[in-house]
């Protein structure tokens, strides 16, 4: 990396609790900004996010690779359909988001989180997605168990990443996606697709999961212990699907309520609302958004029988909880 951008990943190990506030900015800004930080730009490489063409535009050499590591190529001859400008600048303040909704172009200024970085990638294409072609984003986990697809939603820390790979110790589960997924209504039937080359895990993970210890000392962690792996070389090339149809969706909370609890269609959809759909990375909100999300996830649930699972027990008393809920009560091994 340049050396005058050196500070573009973060040397902090402190977790990161809080989130950005994107702001809305009009055309005009966004000529404005682009002609700003276009001399800055050292690397531009087009990826493919479920059929939207995603260009990256930054000076950060590091950014670029862990890119290149989560998404999918594309023809860099092909135009793209939304843009996100990854930079610095001394005179602004840290993690500031700035989108054009129109142009779908996303400035991240002296943001050093290559976790946002990719949330942020994601979203810009679900709005594309959203607004052009009744696709709808997801920010969770989704897995295949023998042809009937688990979505698990739930806020941070409620344990969704902890879970998600719990359940792929069992060699009767495939991953379809461990963080963001889009999905597509079929008369009643609801399809979930992934859209990620490889995953992005914490380090922790193996004193979760002993089974994820070779997978963690394998991969290239950043200071934060996070980085991007291919799953497959823990649970095979078999075991990554590129789409399932939804058929449960567990919602993670961690409190002192019941540690099961079957929610109807109304109900689960009243938790995801309240929650924000337990996005934080979604760029856009205002009515029509609105509608268009709460209608949607009321689809899924009226396709997929919605339960509230409590993480406040050990990690493998949860798993037990989770297991029993969608009917694969003893764990087989790989």
Known sequence: MNASYKGMISNSSEVRSSTYSPRIISMERKAELSERYSPQVLYELKSEIYGC????????????????????????????????????????????????????????????????????????????LEDEHGIYSVHGACLDLMGRGLCILGGSGAGKTTHTYGLLRDSRVRAVSDDWFFCRIFGDDVLSFGSEKNFYIRS??????????????????DSEGRGVIDLRWAVGKGRILPLTTAATAIILVRDGGRLVRELSPDEAVSVVVENGYFNPHLLVKNDLKERLRSNFFASLFRSAKAYQVNTVGSPEETQRLIRGVVGFGNLQGR
């Not at 092909?78 to 996303?106: C, F, M």
């Not at 922790?204 to 962690?221: F, P, T």
């Open 53 to 128: 063409c995603i260009k990256l535009l930054t000076p950060a050499r590091d950014v670029m690779e862990r890119w290149s590591e989560s998404f999918y190529n594309m023809s860099q001859n092909i135009r793209s359909h939304g843009r996100l400008y990854v930079v610095e600048d001394s005179e602004e303040a840290k993690d500031q988001v700035l989108y054009d909704p129109s142009s779908k172009t996303a400035f991240l200024i002296n943001m050093d989180y290559y976790g946002w970085i990719k949330s942020i990638a994601l979203s810009v294409a679900g709005d594309i």
């Open 204 to 221: 922790e993970l193996a004193g979760i999961w002993k089974e994820y210890s070779s997978l963690v000392n394998r991969a290239r962690m």
